[in-house]
């Protein structure tokens, strides 16, 4: 019997393999999904190609990520591999990706960083970024929100909200226009480590061919109300894999608290400036005049 389950093991960690080498790293999608409300997962973001996008709103997304405080996502670390964050903006508050929002907002990149163990060849490993924006992320209500980190233990069977812009059907190449959500079970961390043989991990067995795929990887998966997973890797048979976010706090929060952010993050709005310089000049014209 005991031989039996290490084959069947051996065999889904070589399907599993296999699936992941030949797919792209930032190509994932939700199938089987319902149509969600911003409402639903309003942390959700989007990563877009600028020059993409500048065809066709909503043609350049090709991950996800998680708002977790101002001006700061939470994403994939191959995501952002071998990319720059010139070449990528950040889409919040919006429904559908073709469709321009009330309350959506562009935001630049300021910076961004990923784990520094992350290892391309060995997805699995460390893979989960940090992406700094140059605009504030306001929360708006019912359309942008944070998602704080999840630091306990989440219990298998707990059902969790996996949610993203996503291909709605295995056959083909299109992004969902419309957010997609799917509830998702968490599986037994034992047989989650069978599976994947990797610490920091968190699997999901949706038990049919539903669930993440190919086309939204770095997007969140909420439990408890807590940021808890980061998608990263998936099989057509409703196996998926997330970065286990409990894992990883202490970088997350080095990261934010080192004040990593180049000074360009801090740019001033030139209004500002302009008071400031009104405000010398008047000083220093003050300070003339009482000197003589």
Known sequence: ??????????????????????????????????????????????????????????????????????????????????????????V???????????????????YWTYHEKYNNKKRAVFDIGLIFTIENIEPVDGAVAYLPLNTWKISTGTECLLSGWARIDHKTRDNANCLQALWQRIMDKEMCFRIIHRPGVLCTDSGSPIGASYGDSGGPLRCNNKLAGVIFATNFRGIALYVDVRAFVGWIEQRISSGIMP???????????????ICVASFCKSGTLDSN
């Open 263 to 277: 000074l360009g993050s801090f740019c001033i709005g030139r209004h500002v400036v302009l008071a400031i310089s």
């Open 1 to 90: 019997m005991g031989s039996l389950v290490y084959f069947i093991t051996l065999i889904a960690l070589l399907c599993l393999c296999s699936l992941m080498n030949k797919a792209e790293a930032n190509q994932f999608k939700i199938v089987g999904g319902f149509d969600a409300n911003i409402s639903d997962a309003p942390y959700t973001a989007s990563l877009r190609w600028v020059h993409r996008e500048a065809h066709a709103l909503g043609s350049g997304h090709f991950c996800s990520g998680t708002i977790i405080k101002n001006r700061i996502i939470l994403t994939a670390a191959h995501c952002l591999y071998k990319r720059s964050p010139t070449d990528v903006s950040v």
């Open 92 to 110: 919040v508050g919006f429904k559908y990706l073709s469709r321009v929002w009330p309350t959506m907002k562009k935001l630049r990149i300021s």
